[in-house]
């Protein structure tokens, strides 16, 4: 395995972290719907995002904001076919986003290496064999529920003891696919069936996920509770809200970062991480 996804897979262990830039090569995403639905303009955003310090560039061709429709695979094969060859030489690790295994499959064997799956391995019941058989790293997030609904009544006893509960019945499932442990990524699915307070409990309770033994990503960019927070509606003006949430996010153990505004986490992170060096000496 390459040493940089070695290193991604460890990153929980020594508290580094990694920021992994969002393309959306969609019409209809929540936050730059169609910005970079056209190739040159998504492989030219993943290359600012590359200069911006993305460790890894996650490609997705089907939006899951709240409400959406799916799409075919092979819509999303599509919609990938350009783009993804020439991500490849951009000196970036590239993940999937996609519940699907055929554009899972597709993108594995056109320069991608991990398979980002909000589904946690649901949907498709050949993701976790796919995964298996690439031994490729798999992202494995909680979600209640399906995009089309999941923001209905969303409602939890216990919301951060619940997605623990059913990662650890996920990782479970993949261990029993074929995919080690130490070949997944945990991932809570801000926004994906929850409410602001669910959000900002899973954001606080992020040790209790790291628990299980696996690097945690979270993906708050620009998302409808940061708007609850500050009064934003406008998802490009969220900012600073992501910002807040990905360094309370890597105080309490996440090591993985999804969000679409790259620079300004970047800076973000460095400064928590120097001030962190500082203290412990
Ligand atoms: N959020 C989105 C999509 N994929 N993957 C993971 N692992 N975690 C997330 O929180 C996550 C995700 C939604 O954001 P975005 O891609 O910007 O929007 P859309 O689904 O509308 O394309």
Not at 116 to 128: A, I, K, Y
Not at 259 to 281: E, T
């Amino acid at each position: 395995m390459p040493a940089a996804l070695e290193a991604i897979l460890n990153s929980h262990k020594n508290h580094q972290c990694f920021v992994m830039g969002v393309l959306n090569v969609t019409p209809d995403s929540f936050s730059d719907a169609g910005k970079f639905f056209d190739p040159c303009a998504g492989i030219e955003q993943a290359r600012t995002m590359v200069s911006e310090g993305a460790d890894i560039i996650d490609v997705g061709a089907e939006s899951t904001r709240p409400g959406s429709e799916r799409i075919s695979p092979q819509e999303q094969i599509a919609r990938l076919r350009e783009v993804l060859p020439g991500l490849a030489d951009l000196g970036a690790i590239v993940s999937i986003d996609t519940t699907r295994s055929e554009v899972a499959q597709f993108a594995l064997d056109t320069g991608a290496s991990i398979i980002n799956d909000v589904s946690g391995g649901r949907d498709d019941p050949e993701m976790l064999p796919l995964a298996a058989s690439y031994r490729a790293p798999i992202v494995l997030m909680h979600m209640l529920g399906q995009p089309k609904t999941m923001q209905a009544d969303p409602t939890y006893k216990d919301v951060v003891g619940e997605v623990r509960q059913f990662l650890a019945e996920r990782l479970e499932a993949a261990a029993g696919a074929g995919v080690p442990r130490d070949r997944c990524i945990v991932d809570p699915g801000i926004g994906f069936g929850k409410l602001l307070e669910h959000n900002l409990a899973l954001l606080g309770g992020l040790g209790d996920l790291l628990a299980l033994g696996c690097p945690v990503l979270i993906g708050p960019s620009r998302k409808r509770f940061i708007g609850e927070l500050t009064g934003e509606d406008e998802p490009t003006r969220r900012v600073g809200g992501t910002i807040g949430a990905c360094l309370m996010g890597y105080q309490k153990g996440a090591s993985i970062f999804r969000v679409h505004d790259v620079g300004q986490v970047v800076a973000g992170l460095k400064v928590v991480r120097a001030i962190d060096s500082a203290i412990s000496g």
